[in-house]
């Protein structure tokens, strides 16, 4: 096994161990889904005033979190390339090997 190959199934087992405690806290792919829905759908409502009162009120489009929401989409979708990460270091493997006893071991007379 390579070392690319090493890191690769380290970094599947952390996300896999990230998506299991989200998941455990309710935090799953509907729950997200519905909540990126409605950022899709966002509004905000604008308040006028004059002289300190609140003279009108309206509810207007929330450009801002559409946006967002709308990347956030595509990237959970996979519509972006996939974006390269650069990663330096290295990785020790440690593999033990069984110590062999001679014949002779432990018998004194």
């Keep these: ?3 690319e190959e090493i890191a690769k199934e380290a970094a599947e087992e952390a996300k896999s161990e990230v ?3 989200l998941e455990s806290r ?3 792919l509907d729950y997200l ?3 990126l829905k409605r950022e899709l759908n ?3 409502t ?3 005033q004059h002289e300190g009162r609140v003279i009108e009120e309206r509810n207007c489009i929330d450009w801002t979190t559409r946006q967002k929401a709308r990347m956030d989409a595509h990237r959970l979708r996979g519509d972006y390339p996939a ?3 650069d990663l330096q270091g290295s990785v020790v493997i440690l593999k033990s090997t069984p110590i062999k006893k001679p ?3 432990g018998l004194s007379k």
Excluded: P, V
Aim: hydrophobic fraction near 35%; aromatic fraction near 8%; avoid cysteine.
């Design 33 to 35: 889904a519905k909540k």
């Design 19 to 21: 998506l299991k405690r």
């Design 83 to 85: 974006e390269k990460h």
């Design 1 to 3: 096994m390579t070392d």
């Design 46 to 48: 604008k308040f006028f």
């Design 103 to 105: 014949k002779n071991a």
């Design 26 to 28: 309710g935090i799953t």
């Design 42 to 44: 966002a509004k905000t």
